[in-house]
């Protein structure tokens, strides 16, 4: 069963407005979750964090909300750019300090110019 | 600095080779990963090492064979593969810490014939 769910498997935004991806989870274990941007044939490219004590983390374009009681986040880009579009991967933490890392399937972002 | 490099970018085998594919960090990083990722899919963790030591194995085939040498480096050396095998072999590693981040590098895709 998929503890780590992105149900959009495509998202398609058009340039200076915002992209909102979502991801739920179900194990309440999870104490860290992490977005990760990738290209084809690339690795993952770590874009921005977040701790379970914590609702919300920014950095630059980039914010992710976390809510614990729907156990559900979601990472807010704004403005999105053409160079935005990516595969985004959402991700939560378990097995504590050894950090293994549970994958959603991913959306992919379209951003139109 | 956070690379991870993987090498070789891409590797063509036979069901009957022998080869290796290799993975370094230079980043002080005491925990590194062997992930498999297919297309459109999420990566799947292989192994784990911390400390040199391999903590997790993932319930993956013998014909897969991890190595740790040193703190830098990991291995993964491969035998006998079936043409399902086939995919984008990632290498990970972190510091240790709970809410360390795992720091992904390009990848080795491989093609079994």
Redesign the interface.
Known sequence: DQQVKQNSPSLSVQEGRISILNCDYTNSMF??F?W?KKYP??????LI?I?SIKDKNEDGRFTVFLNKSAKHLSLHIVPSQPGDSAVY?CAA?Y???????I????TKLSVKP | DTEVIQTPKHLVMGMTNKKSLKCEQHMGHRAMYWYKQKAKKPPELMFVYSYEKLSINESVPSRFSPECPNSSLLNLHLHALQPEDSALYLCASKRTGETDTQYFGPGTRLTVL
């Not at chain 1, 097995?95 to 890392?101: D, F, P």
Request: a negative charge; charged letters at 10%; zero cysteines.
């Open positions: 104490d860290y992490l990760y044939a690339e690795g993952p490219t770590f964090s701790s991967f933490n097995g504590g300090s050894q950090g293994n890392l994958f959603g399937k991913g």
